[in-house]
């Protein structure tokens, strides 16, 4: 082979190797429901946000100390109406996962705040979930239904 044959052999094998996959992937999206294919994109390709709300009463400090299993985000003690939020990418293959421990006064909890789940990223309108702590528990704004949900219970005895 000449020189050049060798250049379109190699740019043809090339071509085959970047469309197939593309081909392939592109064959399977009618099996999976539109909503579906929705989250898929936005877990994969956007930027996610965790917001930590402190929403006691009575200047009550909130102590906030979140993690996945890669990151300890640090604790923060957050003053009534300020937050502690973070950005992240989902895991491509999958798994992300983050939780909290939240403590004020004697009460205390340790939840999930972001895990796989469609009914949970349309709550955080695909971008921002919002996790509020109130007196008498641990809340989630749902941000399309325009209300917050309440969530998780305080429990007795701070650690
Ligand atoms: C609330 O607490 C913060 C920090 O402890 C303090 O700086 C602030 O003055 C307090 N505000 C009120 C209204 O008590
Ligand atoms: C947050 O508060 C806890 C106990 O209320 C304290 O032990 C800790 O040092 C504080 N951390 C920071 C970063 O202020």
Known sequence: MN???????????VQAITIIPLIASSSLEPDQGHLDDNSRLSLWYKTWHVHTVNDLSNNKTLLVHCKSRDDDLGIHNLTVGTEFYWKFRPRIFGGTLFWCYMAYDNLHAAFKVFWEDPSLYAKCNYGDCYWIARDDGIYLKDIPGERDEYYYDWELGRL
């Open 3 to 13: 020189s050049f044959c060798k250049n379109i052999t190699f740019f043809m094998l």
